[in-house]
């Protein structure tokens, strides 16, 4: 399967990338992170620049997920069934977008395919990215039937 990552803001914290870095090596999936930032600092106009950024590093083909603090929660072994219904309905692979601290564009929650919440709690924009890389290898262990999920 092939992801990609698609997120506002630069990930500075040495620690947290190399642990993004240990799940993406742990995997056989090809992941790629894509981190685009938005120019203005108008906040009446970030929401909607961000938005066009994310969507325009969407692969052609590819199924859009949102990260979304209102998206559907799944138990791991639910997301890795819903991974693969929504992977085999693209002809590319899976984009999974985590927005700005101003939330997601029109735009984007019009072309998301699925909206994901991690949970109820409130993450740091980097820390989500890490759980979500985290979960995308958990769901690959499921699949292959690994025993990492236990």
Not at 24 to 38: H, Y
Not at 99 to 110: P, R
């Amino acid at each position: 399967m092939k992801i990609k990552i698609i997120a506002i803001g630069k990930l500075k914290d040495k620690n947290i990338k190399a642990l993004i870095d240990e799940y993406i090596k742990r995997t056989k999936w090809t992941i790629d992170i894509v981190e685009v930032e938005a120019k203005t600092k108008d906040e009446s106009k970030i929401k909607d620049e961000e938005g066009k950024l994310l969507l325009s590093k969407v692969p052609s083909g590819y199924c859009i997920i949102a990260l979304n603090e209102n998206g559907k929660q799944f138990e791991s072994p639910q997301l890795h069934k819903e991974l693969n219904r929504v992977a085999n309905q693209s002809s590319g692979g899976i984009a999974f977008i985590i927005g700005g601290a101003s939330g997601l564009s029109d735009e984007v929650k019009k072309a998301t395919k699925l909206s994901l919440s991690l949970g109820l709690l409130t993450y740091p924009h980097m820390l989500a990215r890490l759980l979500l890389v985290e979960q995308v290898y958990r769901i690959w262990t499921i699949g292959e039937g690994k025993a990492y999920h236990k």
